[in-house]
């Protein structure tokens, strides 16, 4: 058996489709008889897991993890286990304690190989850490694959049908552009040069592209508005908190706008923006970065596999 997990320094890399490097453990009757440190060549997610197959790799650990991925690895007959922070050794032997719980897909996308955001790197604190060679605490790191505009899903998607269509439950192959009302862009897979590649109708996208490309013809182009409850959603004033600088070492060194991780109760990683923040408490906006907005997007099918 072969697991391989996102590495950095030690830690767990939060980013599987941005990880530079994997540690692989081999393991036999149950223990680690040796493990070795690989370059993931910069490569994509689709391409991260046709190499981690070529190494013949059984099971992936990684913390953050979009749907497109999740896909892509289940196709090569790799178990995912996502969620996970700390120092790898230590997540490997509690996988193969069985104390291992994998979230499943836990990061929003919009498109391969993009992200944004002002995701601030050179902070690291008891709860509450960025991603830094030097940052050794859990649930560390900026969103894999974006977590600002675009029509990336809910974290919490599953690969069933939740809407009807005819592209419902096949991998379809989309260009967009993406604007707020006033005009302004904030995503574009033209900009990329590559279409963003999804299964329609299982939660992997915001519900309205979702819906929209559903009954597209392939080469169709259209245009649709979104509100904020068929996109990211209203602000929910109960996804802001404010915390005691005292009570989270390392918080002093924080700037209002920086995009963050803190540690939920279970220990997995949170995204969040610093709202606020004085010499005694810091606020956090735990709200997605796109939450309240109505979107516009121009899409394009480009192409539809049923597979």
Do not use: W
Not at 146 to 168: D, Q, R, S, T
């Amino acid at each position: 058996m072969r697991i391989a997990v996102t590495y950095d320094n030690g830690e767990v890399f939060q980013h599987f489709g941005h990880t530079e490097e994997f540690k692989v453990y081999e393991v036999e009757d149950g223990k680690v008889v040796s493990s070795e440190v690989i370059d993931s060549n910069g490569q994509g997610h689709g391409a991260l897991a046709n190499l981690l197959a070529g190494k013949q790799v059984d099971v992936i650990i990684c913390g953050g993890i979009g749907g497109g991925a999740m896909q892509a690895l289940s196709e090569n007959n790799i178990e995912v286990v996502a969620g996970a922070a700390g120092n790898t050794d230590d997540v490997v032997a509690a996988y193969l304690k069985g104390e291992l719980e994998s979230t499943g897909v836990n990061c929003d996308h919009h498109g391969e190989g993009h992200t944004c955001g002002d995701h601030e790197e050179e902070h690291s604190c008891g709860h509450c850490a960025g991603h830094d060679e030097d940052s050794s605490c859990g649930g560390c790191g900026d969103d894999e694959e974006g977590c600002g505009g675009g029509c990336g899903g809910c974290g919490g998607c599953h690969m069933e049908p939740i809407m009807e269509g005819k592209n419902v439950g096949k991998t379809c192959r989309t260009h967009y552009r993406g604007t707020f009302n006033d005009g302004t862009q904030f995503d574009s897979s033209y900009d990329r040069g590559e279409p963003l590649e999804f299964v329609c109708g299982v939660g992997m996208m915001i519900r309205g592209f979702d819906a929209a490309v559903a009954n597209m013809e392939v080469g169709q182009k259209l245009s649709i508005h979104l509100s904020p409850e068929e996109a990211y959603g209203e602000l929910d004033p109960s996804a802001i908190v404010t915390m005691k600088i005292a009570e989270l070492p390392g918080s002093e060194n924080l700037t209002v706008g920086q995009r963050v991780y803190l540690q939920d109760i279970y220990g997995q990683p949170v995204p969040v923006t610093v709202k606020e923040k004085d010499d005694e408490k810091v606020t956090f906006d735990a709200n997605h970065e796109m939450a309240g907005k109505e979107l516009n997007f121009d899409i394009e099918l480009v192409e539809v596999i049923d597979r």
